[in-house]
Structure formats: C-alpha cells, structure tokens
Nanobody, 114 residues
C-alpha cells in the first residue's frame, strides 16, 4: 500500500487547511485510515481516525475544530482543519491499517503562525 498525502502549508491562526491522503496498491476493503502529527521535539500523536464504516475518533485537542472523512471509492481520507492554532504546527502523517499491517504516508508540513 502506498500513501500520498497533500494539502499542507502555512496559515495564520484561525485559518483553515484541508489535508488529503490517497491509498493505492494492494488495499483492502476493511481498513482504518487516520492522521497523526509530530511537532519538533515531541512524539508522534494521533489526531483522528476513521473506520471504513464511518466510525471516527479524535484527539481531545482537535475535537470541534477538525473533521476527518473518507471516500471509500477513492481510498482517500481527508482532514478538514478549522480554527487552527499555533500548537497545531507539526508534520502530519496519514496512516493506513488493515489485517495487522500499518502503512505511513510521507508527511506534510502544517505551519500555523502570524
């Protein structure tokens, strides 16, 4: 499975960004896709995940601001990020999990700064 993430960039506090991650290759119909982030000097942390049936969960720090969604026909997961804060600055990674295997995207930088 290969993952291609896109959509990162720089934005002012309060702004919005939308990340996308497309999975290709030997994908499986039963999977979980999610977003993680890693800020400088910190460990990678879960941001949100979505199961193929639409079940979602979010980190407390992003609840009410971020929305994860997916298009199963396109094997693509999205992360809509609103009301961005400087502490959201990080490299964002998408993850695809199925049948006990985990695959990671290359990461996309999100910078929130005035």
């Amino acid at each position: 499975v290969q993952l291609q993430a896109s959509g990162g960039g720089s934005v002012q506090p309060g702004g919005s960004l939308r990340l996308s991650c497309a999975a290709s290759g030997s994908t499986f119909s039963n999977n979980v896709m999610g977003w993680y982030r890693q800020a400088p000097g910190k460990q990678r942390e879960l941001v949100a995940y979505i199961v193929v049936n639409g079940l979602t969960d979010y980190a407390e720090s992003v609840k009410g601001r971020f929305t994860i969604s997916r298009d199963n026909a396109k094997n693509t997961v999205y992360l809509q990020m609103n009301s961005l804060k400087p502490e959201d600055t990080a490299v964002y990674y998408c993850k695809y999990s199925s049948r006990g295997y985990n695959y990671w995207g290359q990461g996309t930088q999100v910078t929130v700064s005035s």
